[in-house]
């Protein structure tokens, strides 16, 4: 249980002491969800480099590109600890993609978020079933939808605490400290994908666009997956 007091000294934390705090108060229930994406490299540095005893894991969807693969062995050979992964049910998958087609997830917003809950939520929630603290790497500068997310929140449908130590960061802050420490990115970063999903549903973005444009580009909806919906 977190208490008015603690939620309120987390928030004046450093992500570095946050995760410290946190990790401490729940050593076998901690566990942070990285997509391999800048934010979240910057915790899994933090995390990995501090011994902190929080269990780091990603979703494979089946459709990553082939940097997500790299990046999650360059951490391996970096860090010597292992990223979990955790994978969607095959079934799932079929029945969609022999129901529907390989690449519905274009035809309409109900096709995609579909898609999205089978590939990402699910595994989600498997890989959360018992964690008391999940640690995710949301700003709120990424989209409309994570404006107003505080540090610290009790999930309810999941019923467990979420922490988001970077919501208040800038994005110049999350490249200063990825300098900093030299920490390993993507190699899509470098050709305009800031924000980075699925290979199909993924396009760079020029400068000025909203980090997340090019996520779902063909849609306008919020731009979320599910995992994070607020």
Same mark, same amino acid.
């Given at each position: 249980?977190?208490?008015?007091?603690? !939620?309120?000294?987390?928030? $004046?934390? %450093? !992500?570095?002491?946050?995760?410290?705090?946190?990790?401490?108060?729940?050593?076998?229930?901690?566990?942070?969800?990285?997509?391999?994406? $800048?934010?979240?490299?910057?915790?899994?540095?933090?995390?990995?480099?501090?011994?902190?005893?929080?269990?780091?894991?990603?979703?494979?969807?089946?459709?990553?590109?082939?940097?997500? #693969?790299?990046?999650? !062995?360059?951490?391996?050979?970096?860090?010597?600890?292992?990223?979990?992964?955790?994978?969607?049910?095959?079934?799932?998958?079929? @029945?969609?993609?022999?129901?529907?087609?390989?690449?519905?997830?274009?035809?309409?917003?109900?096709?995609?978020?579909?898609?999205?809950?089978?590939?990402?939520?699910?595994?989600?929630?498997?890989?959360? $079933?018992? !964690?008391?603290?999940?640690?995710?790497?949301?700003? &709120?500068? @990424?989209?409309?939808?994570?404006?107003?997310?505080?540090?610290?929140?009790?999930? &309810?449908?999941? @019923?467990?605490?979420?922490?988001?130590?970077?919501?208040?960061?800038?994005? @110049?802050?999350?490249?200063? #400290?990825? &300098?900093?420490?030299?920490?390993?990115?993507?190699?899509?970063?470098?050709?305009?994908?800031? %924000?980075?999903?699925?290979?199909?549903?993924?396009?760079?973005? &020029?400068?000025?666009?909203?980090?997340?444009?090019?996520?779902?580009?063909?849609?306008?909806?919020?731009?979320?997956?599910?995992?994070?919906?607020?």
């Amino acid at each position: 249980m977190i208490s008015k007091e603690e !939620a309120d000294i987390l928030k $004046q934390l %450093s !992500a570095e002491e946050g995760l410290k705090l946190i990790s401490s108060k729940f050593p076998q229930g901690s566990v942070f969800s990285t997509s391999l994406g $800048q934010e979240d490299q910057v915790i899994t540095d933090i995390i990995f480099r501090n011994a902190l005893p929080v269990k780091v894991f990603t979703l494979d969807t089946g459709r990553l590109f082939p940097e997500h #693969y790299e990046l999650l !062995a360059q951490n391996h050979a970096r860090y010597k600890k292992r990223t979990e992964v955790y994978f969607p049910e095959s079934s799932d998958v079929e @029945q969609y993609v022999n129901e529907k087609g390989i690449n519905a997830f274009y035809h309409s917003v109900e096709n995609r978020k579909e898609c999205c809950f089978i590939r990402k939520v699910k595994p989600l929630n498997r890989a959360l $079933q018992e !964690a008391e603290v999940w640690i995710t790497g949301l700003r &709120a500068g @990424q989209s409309e939808n994570r404006e107003h997310m505080p540090v610290i929140e009790w999930d &309810a449908e999941r @019923q467990l605490y979420k922490y988001n130590p970077l919501i208040h960061w800038s994005y @110049q802050q999350v490249l200063d #400290y990825l &300098a900093e420490y030299k920490v390993q990115e993507l190699s899509l970063h470098k050709r305009g994908f800031v %924000s980075v999903g699925c290979q199909p549903c993924t396009r760079a973005v &020029a400068e000025g666009e909203n980090p997340r444009a090019g996520r779902w580009w063909w849609e306008s909806s919020q731009k979320e997956c599910g995992l994070h919906t607020h």
